[in-house]
């Protein structure tokens, strides 16, 4: 049903700014505006805002970059002293690469029993997947050299690598090493 019509002789109300006309009022607005909250009771102006960090100075910056160049430059001459020593070991090392699988359990178990026994021999540096590895592949070469072994593209259950005895692969490897 509509609201009763206004007779002419009744006085109008004052207009309202549209911005308070619009606004609808519910009970938590007025429940909001009726509650005491601690600012308002302590004599404080509302919320407090907080402080902006500052950032470091610039020229601060560029301090704390000339001492960390200066140490690193100290510690480049240590080094260099103990790592020419490292590098004429390197030179002298041979550095054997085995690519393996990651697909199958038995991949990792052969490659670990040739890591172990090639590892005790001196002068021989072993790596296992330097990069990713090729799908179904078992690979033992020397890093720039000859191949030992390679067994590529097997499909599961990856007879021809269950078949190796290892030993043996590990003994040939030996002795074209030394």
């Given at each position: ?49 907080k ?17 960390e ?8 001459e ?10 004429a ?6 550095t ?81 090493i030394?």
């Open positions: 049903m509509a609201p009763k019509k206004r007779k002419a002789d009744e006085e109008a109300e004052p207009a309202k700014s549209p911005a308070e006309s619009t606004r609808m009022v519910t009970r938590a607005s007025e429940a909001a505006a009726r509650r005491q909250t601690r600012s308002s009771t302590q004599g404080g102006h509302g919320k407090r805002v402080p902006v960090p500052r950032k470091p100075a610039v020229a601060a910056r560029k301090k704390s970059k000339k001492k160049e200066a140490e690193s430059e100290q510690g480049e240590a080094k260099s002293e103990e790592g020419d020593e490292a590098e070991e390197e030179a002298n090392m041979k054997i690469v085995i690519e393996r699988c990651t697909q199958c359990n038995s991949f990792k178990t052969r490659a670990d029993q040739v890591r172990a026994s090639l590892e005790g021999l001196p002068g021989i540096r072993v790596t296992i997947n330097p990069v990713k590895p090729r799908r179904g592949c078992f690979e033992i070469r020397e890093e720039g050299g000859e191949t030992f072994i390679s067994l590529l593209d097997m499909k599961r259950p990856f007879k021809p690598l269950k078949d190796l005895n290892m030993q043996e692969v590990i003994d040939n490897i030996i002795q074209k030394q």
